[in-house]
């Protein structure tokens, strides 16, 4: 099976995506998802039953345009500004010449004048007329029929009575010119506005697209050649200067500098960077020059990774939407059913023709499928961008449907609440040496080991510290010399082995009580400092997890640890229920145990977790944004930060309260304005004529299209 997104031309309301999406279903070979906002569809194929040429003939056969593939929400200029401009002054100006002329004139010479001035308006609207008139010959009905039937029908009327007035055979002096063009010119305005609308809750995605630089600074041996992104090559050494962007995915080979990576993970603060840390494309360089080796391009790059998983859920739907997905693909037939009925009982009735059509034409005109159709997916592409510009990877809209029923929160351990590496947590200092002279002293040390608890002490290496006379002590640490002075480092037996007293179990007490690992530092026999080393609970951890509490979500730590070390992390942070000792198949085990009664969030480091994070309701991953390739998360926490799954909870509890607001409005809209349309209500004098019910019909999408932009 082999997948595409294509872009689609002609889609104009929720009946367009529905007529689509179930023809391509009813192909052999052939599994299509339509997008109404991106006017795309995302379509898995068998190349064996079916070709990309003959997807395209389906497309076509209903009434639309396959325009190939989808590139990144790459838009065509529009040129329909100028052409509203134009036509908003030639309006003003008709106006004016049919109500002057109306005053002045014989009824058949103001027909004649109505008429030809009318004319241009259909070249200006001729793409909702020549779509409507394609849906009514392919039986596929939109919005466009609907317009379509109502703009033609007032036109063709006027028309008719114009042509019997000059033949002396007068019917009545009511003409409909006036009404078909103010019908177009306000669903075009309204579908101007609409498209400007709707393009601002793509905003944030469009930033990702052009983030990346076109140009890169290549070092080969001395000189520095400016070339095209597309000519990088994996393994290329490339420079960043202050100010300019990292071109593509790499490792620093030299240098030290800051660099800003909010556009990818949310956090505006620069992290540093030296010589082998991981540059991400797009990111900028705040204050240093750096020399980097090209590792991933194009396609493999970690941005076109997002791209790509944002696109996708965009692309799919989340369940919320089906509901007015299923009312849209009834809807525009049965509205037009009304309007016949609404005329013929009319008719039955007694009323004039002119009233009659007035009805028939209202009925067609005042109906909103658009607002129904774009309820829940505008609100999803304005979230699932708020998202991303968050930091927040989202790979199915149906999660961030998901994220606001959780009432479960299930943590894994180690990288997740803690760093997952070891760090110094603790100096006690016993000489006159500085923290930093001791750090650079041990650092030195431990550089020579193969130990893991070398790794805590890494950023503090000097290179100038020269020691002599390494050697590693079984059991109990290592030993070297610096400036001709003999240095230990170690734990508490190598007050044994050197025949001293340990005079400060007090702290070494102090520090196991938090789950350290020790190291005594000792000169010359003498103990200079204590250090403490942990995988250290994350900055914000604690805080996170008392804001979750505050919104009444149950918290639970899972841990591969020991139970004491799993205990003394969770009363650290606050946290009830601890499970430890467990295997990844037991903490899947126990998630879905709680899912029996509960809608759990799972969130871990993506490695161990990831049987859990599959089975969960929704999956967090806790990991940086240089590989999201894979992952077996549901969403994607770009900068490692905890308090992110409160910004996700958030969203996604305004975007359903947003979608139901939608959906509410656009029931509500149609439940009142058509039986007005119809006549119900003209007993209590209220009724709509054409012209008010184009109005009303373009501000009922335009109030879905507005309340969805206040997810920005």
Not at 88 to 99: G, H, K, P, T
Not at 298 to 303: A, Q, R, Y
Not at 305 to 326: F, H, Q, R, Y
Not at 355 to 383: E, N, R
Request: hydrophobic share 40%; glycine share 6%; aromatic share 8%.
């Amino acid at each position: 099976m082999k997948e595409i997104t294509l872009k689609i031309e002609g889609m104009s309301c929720s009946a367009c995506q529905n007529r689509i999406e179930k023809y391509l279903n009813k192909q052999e070979g052939i599994k299509a998802e339509v997008n109404l906002v991106m006017a795309s569809a995302k379509i898995l194929y068998d190349e064996k039953k079916v070709s990309l040429k003959e997807i395209d003939n389906y497309i076509e056969q209903i009434g639309y345009k396959s325009l190939g593939p989808l590139k990144n929400f790459e838009e065509k200029k529009d040129n329909s500004k100028i052409f509203l401009i134009i036509f908003s002054i030639y309006l003003i100006f008709y106006l004016l010449i049919s109500n002057i002329t109306m005053h002045y004139l014989q009824n058949e010479i103001y027909g004649i004048i109505l008429f030809v001035i009318s004319i241009p308006y259909f070249f200006y609207g001729y793409d909702i007329l020549l779509s409507g008139i394609k849906k009514l010959i392919h039986k596929s009905f939109n919005m466009d029929t609907l317009v379509t039937i109502g703009v033609l029908t007032s036109f063709l009327y006027s028309t008719v009575i114009l042509v019997f007035n000059l033949l002396n055979k007068s019917i009545t002096n009511n003409y409909y010119f006036e009404s078909s063009i103010m019908i177009l010119y306000f669903i075009k305005l309204g579908r101007y506005i609409d498209k400007n609308a709707k393009g601002k809750t793509k905003e944030a995605i469009k930033e990702l697209v052009q983030i990346t630089p076109k140009t890169a600074l290549i070092k080969k041996s001395d000189e520095v050649i400016e070339t095209t992104i597309d000519e990088v090559k994996k393994g290329d050494i490339l420079i960043c200067k202050p100010g300019m962007k990292i071109a593509v995915d790499g490792i620093i080979t030299k240098g030290i500098t800051h660099i800003n990576e909010s556009f990818i993970t949310g956090e505006s603060i620069p992290s540093k960077k030296q010589v082998s840390d991981n540059v991400i494309a797009g990111s900028i360089n705040i204050d240093g020059y750096i020399e980097y080796k090209a590792l991933r391009i194009g396609p493999d790059s970690s941005i076109s990774e997002i791209i790509k998983l944002v696109n996708e859920s965009i692309l799919k739907k989340a369940p919320i939407g089906k509901l007015a997905d299923k009312v849209s693909g009834y809807f525009v037939p049965i509205i037009i059913l009304i309007a016949i009925l609404t005329f013929t009982f009319s008719i039955i009735l007694g009323n004039s023709l002119n009233d009659s059509i007035t009805s028939f034409i209202s009925v067609l005109v005042i109906s909103c499928p658009c607002a129904l159709g774009l309820a829940t997916p505008l609100a999803m592409v304005a979230s699932i961008g708020n998202c991303a510009k968050h930091g927040i990877l989202i790979k199915t809209s149906e999660i961030l449907e998901n994220a606001n029923k959780i009432d479960t929160i299930i943590f894994d351990k180690t990288g997740t609440l803690t760093n997952g590496k070891l760090s110094i947590s603790k100096i006690y200092t016993y000489s006159n040496y500085k923290e930093k002279d001791i750090l650079e002293k041990v650092a030195s040390l431990e550089h020579l080991s193969t130990h893991p608890i070398a790794s805590a002490f890494k950023d503090y290496y000097n290179k100038k510290i020269i020691v002599k006379e390494f050697k590693n002590i079984e059991g109990s640490g290592i030993k070297g010399v610096h400036n001709k002075k003999e240095i230990y480092i170690g734990n508490n037996k190598l007050f044994s082995k050197l025949k001293i007293k340990n005079e400060y179990m007090d702290d070494e007490n102090k520090l196991l009580a938090k789950g350290n690992s020790i190291l005594y530092v000792i000169e010359e026999r003498k103990v200079i400092a204590l250090i403490g080393v942990c995988d250290i609970i994350r900055d914000n951890a604690k805080d996170t997890i008392q804001k979750l509490k505050n919104l009444k979500k149950d918290i639970v730590l899972l841990s591969g640890d020991n139970k004491e070390v799993a205990n003394l992390i969770g009363k650290e942070l606050n946290i009830d229920m601890i499970k430890s000792s467990l295997i990844p198949q037991e903490k899947s085990n126990f998630l879905n145990e709680m899912k029996k009664n509960h809608k759990v969030m799972m969130v871990g480091d993506g490695i161990n977790d990831s049987l859990a994070l599959i089975n969960s309701d929704v999956g967090v991953s806790i990991k940086s944004g240089t590989d999201i390739a894979g992952d077996s998360a549901d969403v994607i926490l770009m900068n490692d930060d905890l308090s992110k799954i409160i910004t996700l909870i958030n969203i996604s509890k305004k975007t359903i309260t947003i979608i139901k607001q939608n959906l509410f409005w656009a029931f509500f809209y149609n439940l009142c304005m058509i039986p007005i349309a119809i006549g119900l209500l003209k007993p209590i004098g209220i009724s709509i004529n054409p012209v008010l019910s184009s109005i009303a019909m373009t501000i009922s999408s335009l109030s879905v299209v507005l309340n969805s932009l206040r997810l920005k």
